[in-house]
């Protein structure tokens, strides 16, 4: 594991205070030739071949029909990619036989008559911040994160090269009816190494709402070879480079042409902002030990730097199928040698995320989902391990301004099934639309003009939440 829409009705400025200037978008059109290249086709994704400008201009065309609230409210999904146990983690049987109960004992947390795995400490003792789901249906789910991501059961894995039947995510539903909670950053970011296996995208939607690739944003918002905004500390430096190239200019119709969105693609870039949230080594050192240097740590703080830069919806995935304990025999070994190791980590992340979030005023604002795509099977089998298990799992929810501290729903005496307030994949979806001021009731539009509804079946925000 260890590793590393709106649009604008105006162009910005960007200033340094009384005594620096920046240049404007409209000002370094004039910087250079490859530099006013490079800043025509500034892409944020790289998806598709949309530039910069082209996406935003669909986000922004979205933005106008969707109505995206206006107040700052993130969500931050944690996707355990392989299917956690809810046996081993946060559903624990005591006075279960040993071959279901597993080679765990479990431990009390701060909300009273709820108990979690041993290896959860912190957790168990931020239980009054957090909500534990364990009703929650992953019936429709397989071994790909389509179906939860999506929170749609409609949206299945199918092997024939037509994957979620055109649904999109809940992330890039949130990318096209509210937007980013900042015009600088991109709605739905995703940071994952693995990403066609842990991230679900936009589907039929369309290219413009695809999540944002994290390992390429940084980069993608570097200023070209040659450009430097700190140089360019003033006009007349900057007059004698746009004269210098003046007849090229003038010559060129599609600069004197430049739409705002395009100015708005090249203002994001000179911002700086996402390159900022990226500079991890501008973070407390105790901090970073604080979350865990290791993947899953790592991401989870650059997840906490991307919402406070104005991201509206990050996904973060350790690593991929490093949930999938079948046993000792594979690759993620089984629950003693596989599950054990990783819950120390998976325990200090949240922890300290929640921590860092309430410390500096934000967790009210951001909502914090850890699922993966399904539980495990209540029998441990021969090889220590636990097979793959779709009819319940476990997950945990925090912040958000939400009711917590509570457990919701139940399964039987061993963990096979529901006993108790089944939760659904649309039942999430409504939630997270609910909470971020999106119409759970709102449409989007396919290729062939037919209106898909953003939560399907019946789906209804959790109730016991809000």
């Known amino acids: 594991m260890e590793e590393q829409a709106g649009g604008y009705a105006h162009e910005i400025s960007h200033r340094r205070g009384a005594s620096g200037w920046r240049p404007t ?78 080679p765990f004992g479990s431990i009390a947390t701060n909300v009273p008559g709820v108990r979690f795995c041993e290896h959860l400490p912190r957790q168990a003792a931020i239980m009054d911040k957090l909500t534990v789901i364990r009703s ?13 991501q999506a929170g749609n059961p409609l949206a299945q894995r199918t092997d024939d090269n037509r994957e979620g039947g055109g649904y999109p995510s809940m992330g890039s ?52 070879k040659g450009v430097n905004l700190d140089r360019l500390s ?40 996402a390159q900022r949230a990226f500079q991890l080594d501008k973070e407390d050192p105790k901090l970073r030990d604080a979350y865990g240097r290791d993947s899953l740590g790592t991401k989870a703080l650059l997840a906490r730097r991307l919402v406070e830069a104005g991201v509206s919806y990050v996904m973060v995935s350790g690593a991929w199928g490093y949930f999938d304990h079948h046993g000792d025999n594979v690759v993620w070994k089984g629950i003693e040698k596989g599950l054990k190791p990783l819950l120390p980590r998976v325990d200090q992340t949240l922890a300290t995320l929640v921590a860092d979030l309430e410390g500096r005023g934000l967790l009210e604002s951001t909502l914090i989902v850890m699922m993966g795509e399904f539980g495990r099977s209540p029998v441990i089998n021969r090889e220590a391990g636990r097979e793959h298990w779709t009819h319940v799992m476990s997950m945990v929810l925090a912040g958000g301004g939400l009711r917590h501290g509570q457990v919701i729903g139940a399964t039987d005496s061993k963990g096979y099934g529901i006993n108790q307030r089944k939760v659904t994949p649309q039942d999430l979806a409504a939630t997270l639309f609910t909470y971020l001021g999106i119409d759970p009731n709102a449409s989007w539009v ?13 789906g209804q925000p959790i109730a016991e939440l809000f």
């Open 25 to 102: 978008s409209r000002d370094l059109l004039g910087a250079g030739s490859t530099s006013r290249r490079w800043f025509m086709r500034a892409g944020l994704s790289g998806i598709a071949g949309l530039s910069a400008a082209q996406l935003l201009q669909l986000r922004a065309e979205a933005a106008i029909a969707g109505k995206p609230a206006s107040k700052p409210k993130s969500v931050i999904v944690f996707w355990l990619s392989g299917g956690p146990s809810h046996l081993d983690m946060w559903d624990p049987k005591p006075d279960a036989p040993s071959e279901v109960r597993g």
């Open 136 to 148: 929650m249906d992953c019936s429709a789910s397989n071994h790909t994160p389509i179906t939860m």
């Open 173 to 224: 539903i949130v990318a096209k009816l509210r937007g980013s909670n900042d015009p600088n950053m991109p709605a739905f970011v995703g940071l994952a190494d693995s990403w066609k296996a842990d991230v679900w995208g936009a589907g039929h939607m369309g290219a413009a709402f695809e999540p944002v690739k994290g390992s390429e944003l940084s980069g993608r918002f570097e200023l070209p």
């Open 234 to 273: 003033s006009r007349e430096a900057l007059r004698k480079q746009f004269d210098q190239l003046r007849a090229d200019v003038d010559s060129n119709a599609a600069i004197e042409h430049v739409d705002r969105y395009t100015r708005q693609a090249i203002d994001m870039v000179c911002s700086g902002q």
């Open 446 to 458: 396919n290729p062939q003009g037919r209106p898909i509804p953003i939560v399907v079946e019946g």
